[in-house]
């Protein structure tokens, strides 16, 4: 989620070639919705957009037809919105929103501070 923005578009970078995830579904803002990747996206990177990304369809920010692993990419205030709604869905959520950070039930993973686990 939040697929359009820089953060977003960092998320997409890093998982192209991961060994584990495939980007397969991309969710923004109302604006972008339904519109082609290429069309709604101003790439900022560097490196180019892949092209199966720029291919994809922007979903609606919804859990309905989500994956199961969920990268947001929201503002906080967003997040603390869409991401309950996608974990009550069944939805792994992995997010960089300050939103839940201090939620009790919202696993903080910081190699730093929690390595042994």
């Known amino acids: 989620m939040g697929a359009t923005g820089i953060v977003g578009q960092r998320f997409?970078?890093?998982l192209e070639h991961h060994p584990w995830f495939e980007v397969a579904w991309l969710a923004a803002s109302d604006r972008s919705e339904g519109a082609p990747t290429a069309t709604r996206l101003a790439w900022r990177l560097k490196t180019s957009i892949p092209d199966?990304?720029?291919?994809?369809t922007v979903s609606p920010a919804s859990p309905e037809g989500a994956p199961k692993v969920i990268f947001a990419a929201l503002?906080?205030?967003?997040?603390a919105e869409l991401e309950p709604r996608f974990a009550e869905a069944g939805c792994a959520v992995v997010s960089n929103s300050s939103a839940l950070r201090m939620a009790t039930d919202v696993p903080?993973?910081?190699p730093e501070v929690n390595s042994a686990t």
């Open 52 to 56: 199966r990304v720029a291919k994809m």
């Open 12 to 14: 997409v970078q890093m």
């Open 75 to 79: 503002d906080a205030g967003i997040a």
């Open 108 to 110: 903080l993973v910081i």
